[in-house]
């Protein structure tokens, strides 16, 4: 089975864990880099672009937003999924306008719907 890269970008690392440790159960087949900014993010995905991220859109310094423009720029190849606390339709509207892929809010985010949007996402990228 091909191997992805993933990264889990999101101020909080408590969060960060969690989801990986989902991943790491469902998907053993997919490395899994964590960034805890915008920064970090940007400098992680210059080494190498992940085939799939999960961005947080509120953060110390750039937002997830800004960070999604900024690598779609770059690359449209990664599948984005903006994972937030926030369920408001402008967030929704402004995540899908940068480039998001899906959108997740963090309190309704079970692990059953994680790994569905996974495999959703990682079938999109096999197409």
Known sequence: MKKFNALIVDDNEVFRQSLQR???????FMLVS????GDDA?????????????????????????????????????????ITSFDLPEY???AFHSGADHFIIKDESTE???V????????????
């Open 22 to 28: 989902i991943l790491a159960r469902h998907f053993p």
């Open 34 to 37: 964590q960034a805890g900014d």
């Open 42 to 82: 940007l400098n992680s995905v210059a080494k190498r672009i992940p085939d799939l991220i999960f961005m947080d859109i509120r953060m110390p310094g750039k937002s997830g937003l800004d960070i999604i423009r900024i690598i779609k720029n770059v690359d449209t190849h990664p599948m984005i999924c903006v």
């Open 92 to 94: 929704r509207d402004a």
């Open 112 to 114: 059953t719907a994680i």
């Open 116 to 127: 569905s949007i996974v495999a959703d996402m990682l079938s999109g990228l096999s197409a």
